[in-house]
């Protein structure tokens, strides 16, 4: 536990404790004082549903996870200011992130900053609830970047060999088709699933030539609106399993947050420049030119198109996709593991995440703890 957790536990005092069998590390006496639930806590001083404490723990762990990939790529390609401290970045890879705009390192370093605080918050309110917070630096094993910028710390997440999942580029301009309903939907840039390619670069030789670093630079761009995509439905589908209000107000004033990341990610990388890598075949076709093009690809329509939605009954609506809540934490847990993102982490570490996942997906609305 960090030091400033810590300091937060001690400061919850003696009332949060008295409540919670999670941080006596029995249950029996917190069983006794939650036995009737409401529907609804109202009050802010009641206990979570054991259902709420696993969905927002897995979520902690979700932010905190994404805060370590969001600062390495602060470190090298953002602004490192007392917000988001932390590197000195990298001029090849500013000067190719710039190709997708000029303001790149502004929204990086805003970007991370709200993922510090979701996870922040989380563990704080699941401490002033009596309930444990989720701490995941025994994992922090994976090497940095060894481009001049990057820190020389112990990382969770490794952006260096990325498998990236274009698929929420068409999903989101199909009006009729959704993953709830089982549809499937081709990448925008096949090559990004075919292969690892790293998204910051690797040391200062993957600087020197500028198709490579546009090429890397490009990668991060459309990974960055596939983590926050992975947010955005995330939220919404958790919402649906929560008991209690307050943790549903949680949910729904973060969630959209998600989906303004995702949004202005989502216009950012249609400003990519196509190109090949010189050094590994990886090709960025162009979007706009035959035989791509039209509502499926044309790099300005980056807004949800209407699409159906529950049933095909109803008229198409636009919205977030998929929402289904079933099994949706081990479908995030499983979209970032495919993403490469683990590659390099331990045993112990995968089974964390599982377990975090399993337990929020089990999660059922005014569940008890027993
Ligand atoms: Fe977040």
């Keep these: 536990m960090s030091s400033q957790s810590v300091q937060s536990k001690s400061a919850i005092g003696r ?104 996870f922040t918050f989380i563990n704080a309110y699941l401490m002033s609830k009596g309930a444990e917070p989720v701490n995941l630096d025994r994992f922090r094993t994976l ?34 088709k959704n993953p709830d309903f089982g549809d499937t939907f081709p990448p925008a840039i096949p090559g990004l699933s075919q292969g690892q390619f790293p998204a910051i670069p690797r040391n200062d030789g993957d600087l020197n030539s500028p198709n490579h670093i546009q090429a890397i630079a490009n990668t991060a761009g459309f990974h960055f609106a596939f983590i926050e995509q992975g947010g955005n439905s995330l939220y919404p589908a958790l919402a649906q399993r929560v008991s209690s209000r307050e943790v549903l107000r949680i949910l729904l004033s973060i969630g959209p947050t998600e989906t303004a990341h995702f949004q202005t990610w989502h216009d950012k990388a249609g400003n990519f420049k196509p190109l090949t890598d010189p050094t590994n075949g990886l090709v960025f076709p162009d979007l706009n030119a035959a035989p791509l093009g039209g509502e499926d690809f044309q790099t300005n329509l980056f807004m949800p198109e209407p699409t159906i939605f529950l049933n095909r009954k109803f008229p198409v609506c636009s919205v977030i996709r998929p929402t289904e809540t079933k099994g949706a934490a081990m479908g995030a847990a499983k979209g970032l593991t495919e993403d490469g993102l683990f590659i390099g982490q331990s045993r112990e570490f995968f089974d964390t995440v599982t377990r975090l996942a399993q337990q929020a997906d089990e999660a059922e609305p005014n569940q008890r703890d027993h």
């Design 15 to 118: 009332r949060a404790l008295l409540h919670s069998g999670l941080a006596l590390g029995a249950g029996t006496l917190g069983t006794a004082l939650v036995s009737n639930g409401p529907v609804f806590a109202e009050d802010d001083s009641e206990r979570l549903s054991k259902g709420d404490v696993a969905i927002l723990r897995f979520l902690a762990a979700a932010e905190i996870l994404e805060t370590d990939l969001w600062q390495q790529y602060n470190e090298l390609g953002g602004i490192q200011d007392g917000e988001v401290p932390g590197g000195t970045g990298s001029p090849p890879y500013l000067n190719a992130l710039a190709q997708l705009d000029a303001d790149m390192p502004q929204y990086i370093h805003d970007n991370t900053e709200d993922e510090i605080s979701h």
């Design 143 to 176: 090497p940095s970047s060894k481009a001049t910028g990057a820190q020389q710390i112990g990382r969770l997440t490794n952006l260096m060999q990325l498998t990236v999942d274009t698929t929420w580029y068409t999903r989101y301009r199909s009006r009729t």
